[in-house]
């Protein structure tokens, strides 16, 4: 079993960075797949960003709408996979969320991954 416990949320202004934490707990963090999606208001759950674990040499894909914009990373020592956001946009407001696979490899898909975190929100002002 994983716990995932996102971290970093909050609101901030067009143009602007936040960074997201995701703290996992229960299993060998570094031979995880580890994800970011999001969901916002009324859409369907996307997905933005994955890394592999270490056997993957820790490898990762982007969303290709969202390339460019966004930095995904992870902290073995802290078991921690970050999100970092910049130059964000009105249409990023969503609840993002931290997902786990059950082996080191990823994949761009929802239903890929076995533990999923709360969320936390991200809401960008215009």
């Known amino acids: 079993q994983v716990q995932l416990v996102e971290s970093g949320g909050g609101l901030v202004q067009a143009g602007g960075s936040l960074r997201l934490s995701c703290v996992a707990s229960?299993?060998?963090?570094?031979?995880?797949?580890m994800a970011w999606f999001r969901q916002a208001p009324g859409k369907e759950r996307e997905f933005v960003a994955a890394?592999?674990?270490?056997?993957?040499?820790?490898?990762?894909v982007y969303a290709d709408s969202l390339r460019g914009r966004i930095t995904i990373s992870r902290d073995y020592v802290k078991n921690t996979v970050y999100l970092q956001m910049n130059s964000l946009k009105p249409e990023d407001t969503a609840v993002y969320y931290c997902?786990?696979?059950?082996?080191?490899?990823?994949?761009?898909?929802?239903?890929?991954?076995?533990?999923w975190g709360q969320g936390t929100q991200v809401t960008v002002s215009s």
């Open positions: 997902a786990a696979r059950k082996t080191w490899t990823i994949a761009a898909f929802d239903h890929a991954y076995d533990y």
């Open positions: 890394i592999a674990g270490s056997v993957g040499g820790g490898s990762s």
């Open positions: 229960g299993r060998t963090f570094g031979s995880t797949g």
